[in-house]
């Protein structure tokens, strides 16, 4: 399948970042029914901007289905600091999955599984027959960078990207995908709730990493460490363990999906039937500039 690549989204990422890009000033797109529309409005712009700038042949939409999933069994606190969605928000959470459907684009999630895990499961199965692209704002993500899969960072402004392959991965950040994992594990993730080692940073944790290649690796050579950074470390040995299986993305999660099950045929006349009830007007003209050109 030579060219052909699929777009693995994080929908969730799209969702949020959709919601506060289009809820300035505290106004929230509705439809004349009254249904709040703004976070869907924004998904749907953030998805063709990134049609039309990849151009995929096949895409899937992975979605959280729930606060309450493994991670959270391994340590209560997992995602605790996050405050509860924006009550116009929450109607959208079914929406946009009905949008996604109508688009012709798979929805996946499955439950005691972060969207996380689906792409990082999916990117390896589909790895197998194409080129992946994983699209999200998340740099945990970054540790599903392959042979075949980058990973497409959205940053801020339109049409902003930044593209981790291993070459951009190791000359940016200086570590490998393998090694995000255990930088997690050092640092923690506030956005996530998990403390990592307690006094361990990014550039502390970066220069180990560098020198000794993994947490086992810096385990091994406890010894030869400034003591500082010793008693850190062996002061919060079991929650850097803990961190690290935190951190790490599952790439076995019960889900699947055949190369043929995600190919993107867009329903021109579907599409704008949907958007006009959802009073996207100015997006119809998008899908077909994007449709024709494709």
């Known amino acids: 399948m030579a060219d052909e690549k699929v777009l693995l989204v994080d929908g969730m990422a799209l969702l949020f970042r959709g919601y506060y890009a289009n809820s300035y000033g505290g106004y929230i797109r509705k439809t004349k029914a009254g249904l709040p529309t703004n976070a869907v409005y924004g998904f749907v712009k953030y998805l063709l901007d990134a049609c039309k700038t990849f151009n995929p042949t096949h895409i899937v939409c992975c979605w959280d289905m729930g606060s309450k999933t493994f991670r959270t069994e391994k340590f209560a606190d997992y995602k605790g600091n996050r405050p509860e969605a924006p ?16 688009l012709n684009i798979p929805n996946i999630g499955i439950v005691g599984y972060e969207a996380d895990d689906c792409i990082g499961t999916l990117s390896k199965q589909l790895s ?9 704002g998340d740099h945990d993500m970054l540790q599903l960078v ?52 307690k006094g361990i940073g990014e550039k502390t944790a970066t220069k180990l990493l560098v020198e000794y290649l993994s947490i086992d690796g810096i385990l091994d050579n406890l010894h030869q460490l400034p003591k ?26 019960p889900v699947a999906c055949l190369p043929d099950e995600c190919l993107w045929r867009p329903d021109q006349a579907q599409i704008a039937s949907l958007f006009e009830q959802l009073e996207f007007s100015s997006l119809v003209k998008e899908v077909n500039r994007l449709i024709a050109v494709s």
């Open 228 to 253: 500082g950074i010793k008693a850190k470390i062996e002061a919060d040995l079991d929650m850097l363990h803990l961190c690290r299986e935190l951190a790490t993305i599952t790439c076995d999660a």
């Open 146 to 197: 392959d042979e075949r899969v980058q990973v497409v960072i959205m940053k801020k402004g339109p049409s902003n990207y930044a593209v981790y392959d291993s070459v951009k991965l190791l000359e940016e950040k200086r570590l490998t995908a393998k090694q995000f994992i255990d930088l997690k594990g050092l640092i923690g993730d506030t956005s996530d709730n998990y403390p990592g080692v």
């Open 87 to 102: 009550a116009d928000l929450i109607p959208q959470f079914d929406l946009v999955k009905e949008v996604v459907s109508g």
């Open 128 to 136: 197998t027959h194409l080129d992946v692209l994983v699209l999200t």
